[in-house]
């Protein structure tokens, strides 16, 4: 059997635009520069995607699971449509005081798509923004990678970052990767 390669995405101020509110609906979905073709170029490089994403406003009754749900599909779908691959999205519905399993940087999301799909996650690369995205993949033994867009300059401003290797952008993570 082949070794599959994964990935982990966060997505929110890595795969598109932050906007430093929730993103309740597929027109409010902007990706950010350059990554629909990361996406594509990570998908031709062998590596299946799963985003795991913290959405509190589903718990804090600003979303629905079906709005949030639908915003997925949309990044899904135009991911496709630009030849890349999203093969799974984790999605945690819950707010801090809800002290879940799978609010990053808990390591849930991450153990539910192992479960999910039977595949291992440690040693991959999980890119975000946020340090919660940082801590998680290090509880998980991921390599961490850090993007500066979206949180990720408040993030590098207030945390010791030194064990992720930091970047641009995802497009700019994405070409180190893939070299
Ligand atoms: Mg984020
Ligand atoms: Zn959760």
Redesign the pocket.
Known sequence: MAIEKYIIL?????INV?LFDYVTNPIDFKFEQGSLEALKKLTLFGYKIIVA??QACISLGIATKKEIDDVNLHMKQKAKENGAEILHIEVCPHKPEDKCKCRKPETGLLTSAEKLLNINLKGSFFI???FS?IQCALAHDCLPVLVKT??GEITLKNHDVSQAQVFERLSSAANFICQ
Request: cysteine-free; proline content about 0%.
């Open positions: 966060d997505r929110d101020g890595v932050d994403t913290n975000g923004d946020k995205d979206g949180y």
